[in-house]
């Protein structure tokens, strides 16, 4: 039994089928990122965990007790939104012991729970602050002090940071991170950017039409997708056709199949290198790009386009035209069912 | 209204054709009211220049107990009225913000309807369905504030909705909620101190339509229930001195509340 | 940290050879097909209480009693005869072959129609040079428009009466002077209507036409100059085909402003006049009997023409709009 669980879960929006037999756990303290593209139904999950949706389908168990039909309000659910969502008539001081007051806690114990909560955020000095004056950074640390001031069972976190800039983004991301250590406090982050997803969670649930498309540790499913749109959407898989893997390397694969090499496993060199349990072929460089600490080739190899990433070092730089010998490490040619995609 | 309309710059000079253009104009609207504001404060204008200036018009008029009669029926509808929309259109407004969307559309379409309407409609439709029906609902006072009720909708449902739609409420009922508020409560506590100050101005417009209305009062009320209005319309022929002075009167309180409205526009415009 | 799947989180085996790496179960994280699972999820949901529906209801009683209802059955009145009593259109054959009908439909088209014309060729000129003019010229003239637009219905009747009514201040000084229009100016006319109803639509107009000019780029007129179009050109051909769903929308506000008004008139020339508002007002009140068949079908006449305005109007400011955007 988990912390959490959704059985059988289904959202509908009239004919629309939002969510489609969603099942899982949610251990206690983990964080849990679920990913996808906008539209796939992780944040309408969130929401149907929160109350604020109610399911078609399906129950939702917290804890050992079965949340399904209880309104939002009494499920001690700390939920942060995507948009900026803090009272505005209220400081960030009345916005944080609004929960408080709800619970009807004595004043000493509020002012309190407040200051730390706002110290665990780092917005000391910005009690009386109101929002409009606030960056939406400060907000959304403001916001995430409200949700967690009154000890919930779980933390929701809606596309949270979406609209922070990309180094306030980070801060926060280890900000949040922390506080979910800190706390062991169980947290649930909805997310559709994926190395947000790799850097926060335990667990990644990855989301597609409405349907979990792969699940496990950020390691797991970087490494080894289990489908093809699972090996699009997470890192720059090369994708091959079962036809086209041929054709590269001479080997048959189940036609239904394709192949998923990732850019940076496979090897590059000017010399032919001994190439144990790989594949080595000749290709020629087709072009070359620098991105950041990494320098990615556009390589054809037996007419065959891929993608090859390498450690950005100034030796081995090659021109486009050259010739080349890329290693293919049989381990690293995964071979998913094309199948997967799920009827969308 | 003037935030929206920047054409000009600041230091640009104003073109002769526009400014005698709209001095023309200008003088065309002021011409009859400063004609009665001249009238009510002199005993003759048969001439030119008018001549004996006195303030009778005025002490006559503020001593008269049914021009007071008329101020403060006209006051208790604009504020009973006013305010019983407003109250109304709270209450509604939380069905359409917190329980079903999908209620917005009708609201929508039920309170642009008396836009179309107008007075003349409005008021004889009332009259003729509950006239005579000698129930509570045949009483003229029910009648006429049902009426002001749905005459001022179109524009305090404008002024809720856009007030609402301003900060979000939906979002904002849903945090509470998130925080072990009840949605009703989270409605009362977080977001109608929020909308207060949207609403007020449209209130202000409400209570000028109110006060200016004419059609509704005497249409269901008559001399039963004198406003200012038909106060005004009853005395027109009989003492045009009073008269002015009551035109005077009526100008300045709408002008007034007018002038808080563009103020209080202002001020948000710049806020924004 | 676990995850806790129905089904084991899928792995592709690394070790295998190439090309025959091991297939993936197709299955994903869930398949969810127990039977226990599916019997808890048919549970039906329960629904929220209908008592969220509660603070609707006083809106709901208030505007069925006093709008839809009125409205409902003065309609309904138009069309049960008054001699025949039956479902029909015997009130509106009445009402557009009586003479008397006939001109009030006539007036009130004729007045609302010329006013509103008039009124939109003055506030376009008015919204033109307002735009023109310095922010401290246009500030002011954008006050007196406001102030001067409240100053309609019977205050605004009682101020035409001393200036032009029959010892109007105007009308005694042509005397005085000679001067005939005002001398013989009867403002208790048709023509004396149209003067009054002219004036309460010049503010109104200008006041709507004002924001479609600040819609207007300066841009246009330079890029109009580079092109040697000449300023009638500019006029023509650029501003006010632009803004033309403004003005559109803005007639028929006037029209119908003008349709409706009651006051005004009214306080001027009682019942003694051929209009719609009035005729329709007398047939439910006054002195004579009361004829809800009759003015019922005056009532959806004048309906039927504020409807068409509104929608007309509606039409042209989403035009507008979306002129705008475009722009």
Known sequence: MSYIEFNNVVKRFGDNTVLDHISFGIEKGDLVTLLGPSGCGKSTLLRCLSGLERVTEGTIVLNGRDITNVPASKRNIGMVFQQYSLFPNMTVEQNVAFGLKMQKAPADEIENKVKEAIAMVELTGKEKAYPASLSGGQQQRAALARSIVTEPDVLLLDEPLSAIDAKLRKALQSRIREINQELGLTSIFVTHDQDEAMVMSDVIQLFHNGRIEQAGSPVEVYTRPVSEFAASFIGSYNLLSADEFGRLTGDRVASGNVVAIRPETVGISAERPAGEEAYVLEARVKSSTPRGNVLRYEVVANGIQLRVDTLFRSFHLFDDGAHVFIELPRHACLQIPVGVARAA | MSAKTKAAAPGQKTPLAAKIFLALVALYLLIPFATTLIYSLFIEWTDVLPSGFTLRNYAELFGNMTFWASIGRTLVLCLVSVVITIALLLLAMYVVVAVNRRLGRFMQFVCMIPYALQGVILSIGIISLYTGTGTVLSNRMMMLFGAYTILVLPYIYQGIRNALNAIDAQMLIQAAEMLGCGRFRAYVQVVLPNILSGILVSSLLAESIVFGDFVLANNIAGTNYQNIQVFLQANMARSSGLSSAIVVVIFLVVGAVTAAVLKLQQSSARKA | ?327
């Open chain 3, 1 to 327: 940290m676990a995850v806790s799947v129905e089904t084991q989180a899928p792995a592709v085996s690394s070790a295998s050879a190439a090309g025959a790496v091991a297939a993936a179960p197709v299955a994903g994280a869930q398949t969810g097909s127990e039977p226990a699972a599916a019997e808890r999820a048919k549970r039906p949901q329960k629904r929220r209480g209908w008592t969220g529906y509660l603070p609707f209801l006083p809106f709901l009683a208030v505007v069925i009693g006093y709008e839809l209802l009125p409205l409902a059955q003065l309609v309904g009145n138009a069309f049960i005869g008054k001699e025949s009593e039956a479902f029909g259109l015997e009130n509106f054959i009445k009402v557009f072959t009586t003479p008397l009908y006939q001109q009030s439909i006539v007036n009130s088209l004729w007045i609302s129609v010329v006013s509103a014309l008039v009124g939109i060729v003055v506030a376009f000129l008015a919204a033109r040079f307002a735009y023109e003019s310095s922010p401290r010229v246009r500030n002011a003239f954008t006050l007196v428009l406001n102030m001067m637009s409240n100053f309609s219905g019977v205050p605004l009747a009682f101020a035409f009466m001393i200036l032009m009514g029959n010892s109007g201040v105007l009308t005694l000084l042509g005397q005085q002077w000679g001067i005939p229009f005002l001398a013989d100016f009867d403002l208790y006319t048709g023509e004396g209507l149209l003067v009054l109803y002219i004036y309460f639509q010049i503010p109104l107009a200008t006041l709507l036409l004002l924001p479609a000019f600040s819609g207007i780029k300066k841009e246009w007129r330079e890029a109009a100059t580079i092109l040697k179009a000449t300023t009638f050109d500019y006029w023509f051909k650029i501003v006010i085909p632009n803004l033309m769903p403004s003005i559109l929308g803005t007639l028929s506000v006037l029209f119908s402003n003008a349709l409706a008004a009651y006051a005004t008139a009214y306080a001027v020339v009682m019942n003694n006049y051929a209009l719609l508002p009035l005729q329709i007002t007398s047939k439910f009140k006054g002195d004579v009997q009361i004829d809800n068949a009759t003015g019922g079908a005056l009532a959806v006449v004048l309906i039927l023409l504020m409807v068409a305005c509104t929608l007309i109007n509606n039409y042209f400011t989403k035009r507008a709009s979306k002129g705008r955007e475009i722009v």
